[in-house]
T-cell receptor, first 113, second 107 residues
Framework: DAGITQSPRHKVTETGTPVTLRCHQTENHRYMYWYRQDPGHGLRLIHYSYGVKDTDKGEVSDGYSVSRSKTEDFLLTLESATSSQTSVYFC????????????FGQGTRLTVV | EDQVTQSPEALRLQEGESSSLNCSYTVSGLRGLFWYRQDPGKGPEFLFTLYSAGEEKEKERLKATLTKKESFLHITAPKPEDSATYLCAVNTDKLIFGTGTRLQVFP
């Protein structure tokens, strides 16, 4: 298994609070991604990173921000959580060019109440 | 608009009963198609990458094929441990996932 660790694995938070999810990799891969997975929608890209301090938006980036200060860590922050952000969040990494085969973490189940 | 559609949404097979899952796509420029397996409560697990029409890849009981409009994941003589959701994704200038086929194989 690719060395990807997501934390926390489960979280319940209240509407309006900030939340940060962490993705840590031990593979030294350049590219890192945050996806959300919802029934009927498949996996959708939130943000991605192509290097330290280099990030870009995906298709569902509103309400989310990211940071990558080290190769191994990619943080996803929900600035003010809303119920529509209740989802399962997956981090993924890929070694080569953007959008080549990606390897996924175990996911974080986030519930916003 | 780029789109990926998987069918069927769900499939129940008896052990040993071969079948195929479909992933059809309409994209402006395909750079690759990926198949993943996802078990409940886990992240997707990479299976195959296909880059050009006519290409085939095999792994154990799974075989993936690609045409200009669709990809098939053929499952030969499935076992209960093949039960999972199978996802396909196409790579254009971004990765677009289908919603998956939930496969159940019962003894």
């Amino acid at each position: 298994d690719a060395g990807i660790t997501q934390s926390p694995r489960h979280k319940v938070t209240e509407t309006g609070t900030p939340v940060t999810l962490r993705c840590h990799q031990t593979e030294n891969h350049r590219y890192m991604y945050w996806y959300r997975q919802d029934p009927g929608h498949g996996l959708r890209l939130i943000h991605y990173s192509y290097g330290v301090k280099d990030t870009d938006k995906g298709e569902v980036s509103d309400g989310y921000s990211v940071s990558r200060s080290k190769t191994e860590d990619f943080l996803l922050t929900l600035e003010s959580a809303t119920s529509s952000q209740t989802s399962v969040y997956f981090c993924a990494i890929s070694e080569f060019a953007e959008n080549t085969e990606a390897f996924f973490g175990q996911g974080t189940r986030l519930t916003v109440v | 608009e780029d789109q990926v559609t998987q069918s069927p949404e769900a499939l129940r097979l008896q052990e040993g009963e071969s079948s195929s899952l479909n992933c059809s796509y309409t994209v402006s420029g395909l750079r690759g198609l990926f198949w993943y397996r996802q078990d409940p409560g886990k992240g997707p697990e990479f299976l195959f990458t296909l880059y050009s029409a006519g290409e085939e890849k095999e792994k154990e009981r799974l075989k993936a094929t690609l045409t200009k409009k669709e990809s098939f994941l053929h499952i030969t003589a499935p076992k209960p441990e093949d039960s999972a959701t199978y996802l396909c994704a196409v790579n254009t200038d971004k990765l677009i996932f289908g919603t998956g086929t939930r496969l159940q194989v019962f003894p």
